[in-house]
């Protein structure tokens, strides 16, 4: 018989006990009473179920500050208290709407000489902003635990830029072939080509800087990232979409 048997006392959280199971390279812990009498068990499968739970809630809160909200903050605040949360971060969303409004109308003449350039704004905007949240994303996984090096930083953007580039060429080039079928129009699609190359490739450079420039301001880079990220992809693609387009097309 074994005399000294491994088990936790029935006061003992679930974290000490998952604990004890791990440490102890064990399958099962039985659970005692003051006056060492069995009460219970716990197993592995506990401790799984545990973990799996804890990742899921890890991911959900990630998504949420991602746009700009503490998942924990809003789950049971009231209403007035959620639209407090949510609202501010959404006018980096409204100001960069504007901020295009008024970049397109500085580039009016443009666009009434050449109106399929409007047609292709709306996906311009979108391929640049998906590249964007997907590095951001990325940068933000990366950035768990310990701060990095401004040479980790560097090998970062070594790595994320070229990659930035390659998507720009496949994407810009599907939709240039798509606007040379459609519209027929030779110049408009090597402007789509170039301008959603270069635009996605900054929007790399975004997803890259933001969070680690706002880390290394001692931010939080979760919460404040998404909404500032996706409000300068905007604005950039934008001016570059459209200024390229003036200049070939001239």
Request: neutral net charge.
């Amino acid at each position: 018989m074994v005399s000294d048997v491994i088990a936790v006392p029935h006061t003992a959280t679930l974290r000490d006990a998952c604990e004890t199971l791990m440490s102890r390279r064990l399958l099962a812990l039985p659970i005692v009473d003051d006056d060492r009498k069995l009460r219970g068990i716990i197993d592995v499968d506990l401790y799984r179920d545990e973990v799996t739970d804890l990742i899921r809630s890890e991911e959900q809160d990630d998504l949420f500050q991602l746009i700009g909200v503490h998942l924990a903050s809003v789950q049971q605040a009231s209403i007035p208290v959620v639209f407090g949360k949510r609202f501010p971060w959404l006018l980096c969303n409204v100001g960069g709407g504007l901020g295009c409004a008024v970049i397109a109308g500085l580039f009016q003449p443009v666009l009434d000489q050449v109106i399929a350039l409007a047609l292709f704004i709306p996906v311009v905007l979108a391929l640049a902003e998906s590249v964007s949240i997907q590095t951001l994303t990325l940068t933000l996984q990366s950035q768990h635990g310990p701060s990095k090096s401004p040479r980790s930083m560097l090998g970062n953007l070594v790595r994320e830029l070229p990659v930035g580039g390659l998507l720009g060429l496949a994407c810009g080039g599907v939709v240039a072939v798509t606007c040379l079928l459609w519209q027929r129009l030779p110049a408009v699609a090597f402007c789509l080509l170039a301008s959603i190359s270069l635009s996605i490739t900054t929007a790399t450079l975004f997803g890259l800087l933001v969070p680690s420039l706002l880390r290394a301001a001692r931010r939080d880079p979760k919460v404040a990232s998404g909404p500032i990220t996706l409000a300068m992809t905007d604005l950039a693609t934008m001016c570059i979409y459209l200024g390229l387009a003036t200049w070939i097309l001239s």
